[in-house]
């Protein structure tokens, strides 16, 4: 097929996730064939820096000939058999690799294959876990305001997005919304409102569901520091749960592995994805406390199983995958490179802050959200979708990243060099400057 016949093919058959279709058709879409180190090579040749790291998935840039090679491993053994009843050398590897590097007292690893899944599987868990140990009255979930753990209907009932989630409100389970900890006005209010809440309805609650310390998809919202550990301090006195999504934030992105480990705190479920397999394949893990693996363990007829599982869970190529990334992690010592990589971006943020269009910039380790703001400092528009004008300038200029709303998204491959991270801010400065110069007369005159 030549490249008009597929650019048909793709516009008569794919539908695309999070895309307006009406605009896609009417759009030249791109075809990335390649990618190396931070780069992605589109069908024509033409190379980009890969600035949100494919989605937030990208760790240690593309093509990395150890994760290659891994995988080429796996491949010639086996690529996939179930984890239903039977298992496998990768699987058994990996598990325990990740039980080393969690925080500590999560020792056992449920796998399945996205963020959404993880999370699914951890609010069937967590409300199993109290019908097994004499709580069955606890049915009822806390969330926060903002928060996004994904797309299947469990996850979107615990999603705190209008824009996303508002639709399907009829089909989801009810569940406590707490107001977004960065929009509370502080650590104190933040925990108030948990702890009121919990005051009245604790003893229905099976568990608190958080993305920690940075609310990644609601435009990289950043929770009070200390907040986390006041939750896990509420949940232990309320006999809830503590579910902490890391999907976003986990394998490194905000300078430590696990976001968990800013506030020295361990959940009793912890989710993890994109990140894992170091960007290549898709997997994801529910890691468990004991205490929450021994409330399942029973005699066949007790039915304490966990009924749940996917065709796919612990995927061998996956698993394969996700432990050459974790070699690589030590191998080149990637947590210890991050301290200086963060600062430098910090610092070269604060030019970009300079701009007039610039509102506040949101940076927890190497996951940064620039916002945008009109000329009397409001967020522009919804309907004149400025964080997508810009990145699609900053395509033109060679960089790919994809914006939530009014914020442009900085999440560069880990392994992105203090050089790299300079060329991909510059990109961005200079994208927003001629989007928001080139808008201003326009939005004068709609005045
Ligand atoms: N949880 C968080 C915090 C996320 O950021 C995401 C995706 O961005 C998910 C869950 C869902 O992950 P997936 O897209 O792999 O289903």
Redesign the pocket.
């Known amino acids: 097929m030549n490249k008009s016949e597929l650019i048909a093919s793709e516009k008569r058959h794919v539908w695309h996730p999070f895309t307006q279709m009406r605009d896609w058709e009417a759009s030249d879409p791109m075809f990335i064939v390649s990618g190396k180190g931070q780069k992605l090579t589109d069908i024509d040749g033409k190379e980009y820096w890969d600035a949100n790291s494919s989605l937030?998935v990208n760790i240690h840039g593309h093509c990395r000939p150890e994760i290659n090679d891994a995988i080429a491993k796996q491949l010639s053994a086996i690529s996939h058999s179930t984890l239903l009843g039977l298992t496998h050398p990768s699987a058994a590897l990996l598990a325990e690799r990740l039980v080393k590097i969690t925080p500590p007292g999560l020792n056992r690893v449920f796998y399945s294959d996205?963020?959404?899944t993880a999370?699914e599987i951890a609010l069937k868990m967590a409300y199993q876990y109290h019908c097994h140990t004499g709580s069955p009255q606890r049915s009822r979930f806390i969330a926060m305001e903002d928060s996004?753990?994904?797309?299947t209907i469990g996850?979107v009932s615990v999603g705190g997005i209008g824009l996303f989630h508002g639709i399907f409100r009829r089909l989801l389970f009810p569940v406590d919304f707490l107001p977004c900890p960065a929009r509370a006005g502080g650590l104190e209010n933040a925990s108030d409102a948990l702890e009121r809440l919990l005051a009245e309805k604790g003893h229905e609650v099976a568990a608190i569901i958080m993305?920690p310390l940075v609310q990644?998809?609601a435009g990289m919202l950043l929770s009070p520091r200390g907040f986390l550990k006041r939750v896990r301090e509420m949940c232990d006195r309320h006999g809830v749960l503590l579910i902490v999504?890391e999907?976003?934030t986990g394998f490194g992105r905000t300078g430590k592995m696990f976001a968990c480990e800013h506030e020295g705190v361990s959940p009793d479920l912890l989710?993890v994805?994109?990140g894992i397999t170091g960007g290549y394949l898709p997997l994801?893990a529910t890691i468990t406390a004991d205490r929450v693996y021994d409330a399942f363990l029973g005699s066949y007829g007790e039915l304490k199983t966990f009924f749940h599982g996917h065709s796919y869970t612990g995927n061998a190529l996956a698993c394969a995958a996700a432990i050459a990334n974790l070699d690589i992690f030590e191998n080149d010592n990637v947590i210890g490179s991050l301290p200086e990589k963060i600062e430098f971006t910090r610092s070269h943020l604060s030019s970009i802050g300079e701009q007039k269009h610039v509102g506040s910039i949101r940076q927890c380790g190497l996951m940064v959200g620039i916002e945008l703001v009109d000329s009397s400092g409001e967020p522009y528009p919804f309907e004149q979708a400025v964080g997508a004008l810009v990145c699609k300038q900053a395509k033109e200029l060679g960089l790919i990243t994809r914006p939530l709303g009014n914020v442009v998204i900085f999440l560069p491959p880990l392994s992105s060099t203090l050089s790299d991270i300079s060329e991909m801010l510059r990109i961005i400065n200079l994208a927003i400057a001629q989007v928001t110069e080139s808008l201003t007369p326009q939005l004068a005159a709609t005045a």
């Not at 996004?148 to 797309?151: L, P, S, V």
Request: with cysteine; hydrophobic share 45%.
């Open positions: 937030w996205s963020g959404s999370v996004y753990h994904g797309d996850a993305e990644a998809a999504d999907v976003a989710c994805a994109k994801a």
